[in-house]
């Protein structure tokens, strides 16, 4: 014979507990819906923006839409003078930021930072920086001129080549070379023609981190959806018989 002191479980209507959960629930599946359709959005720009890489030539890619983390392909040769950016670290070992300029077939000029180089242990010499010589295809993404914050120090620029540098602005770098265009270069990897240590972080949120945000997103909506379920249900018996929440 069943126990009458055995406590059931059963359905309790919490208004409270109703209208948070109604708030919240849609505001979660809306923000994975968001998400989402920036990820599909991320990623028609992106395939876009790599068969202009592939099919237009420099010329007309920096005449078209100008952004960093757009991939460009183009061919040409290295020039003579290198820029040494400073104080740069990789894995807590002091170094330098090759940038070089760099004179496509067709089109502008354009600098192109050719990766991450050691420094010497003396302050007094710049590391050996050979450019290579010849023709040569470059796969690489547009970045900003590496320039500090404005209130960051400004320091005497050096003379000579290689010249290190603190700050490279496109207007201290066109005394240089004329016609620069509003974005530099950035190697794609270390494999290219000239690179050094090329291994950049990402220059944009790329699709899988807004599927990432989404699945977050809807997990925190079933999250909700699971526990309104179960906080909905209370116990009923002898002792909880006058429980009314």
Same mark, same amino acid.
């Given at each position: ?20 959960? !109604?708030?919240?629930?849609? /505001? *979660? ?16 720009? *992106?395939?876009?923006? =790599? =068969? ?14 100008? $952004? ?11 020039? #003579?003078?290198? @820029? ?20 496509? *077939? ?9 990766? @991450?180089? =050691? ?5 007094? $010499? ?14 690489? $993404? ?27 602005? $496109? #207007? %201290?770098? %066109? ?30 949120? !790329?699709?899988?981190?807004?599927? !990432?945000?989404? %699945? ?12 309104? /379920?179960? %906080? ?14």
């Amino acid at each position: 014979m069943a126990d009458p002191q055995v406590s059931k479980r059963k359905w309790h209507f919490d208004w409270r507990l109703m209208l948070f959960s !109604g708030f919240f629930l849609p /505001v *979660l599946i809306g923000l994975g819906i968001w998400q989402l359709d920036r990820a599909g959005q991320k990623q028609v720009m *992106l395939d876009s923006w =790599q =068969q202009q890489a592939e099919t237009l030539p420099w010329q007309q890619l920096i005449e078209g839409e100008v $952004r960093s983390g757009k991939p460009v392909r183009m061919t040409g040769v290295y020039g #003579e003078q290198s @820029w040494l950016l400073d104080n740069r670290t990789r894995d807590g070992v002091p170094g330098y930021e090759v940038i070089t300029d760099f004179y496509p *077939l067709e089109g502008p000029p354009v600098l192109v930072n050719r990766g @991450w180089i =050691q420094a010497p242990r003396s302050r007094d $010499r710049l590391p050996q920086v050979d450019i290579p010589d010849g023709l040569f295809t470059l796969s690489g $993404r547009l970045a900003d001129y590496p320039v500090p914050p404005v209130l960051a120090e400004q320091v005497q620029e050096e003379q000579g080549w290689p010249r290190r540098v603190q700050r490279l602005p $496109r #207007e %201290a770098a %066109a005394n240089d070379v004329e016609g620069l265009p509003a974005l530099m270069i950035r190697l794609e990897n270390g494999q290219q023609a000239g690179a050094f240590r090329a291994d950049w972080a990402p220059d944009l949120m !790329g699709p899988g981190t807004h599927y !990432g945000y989404a %699945a977050q997103w809807f997990a925190l909506a079933v999250a909700l959806t699971i526990l309104t /379920v179960a %906080a909905s249900y209370r116990k009923t018996g002898a002792n909880n018989d006058n429980d009314n929440g």
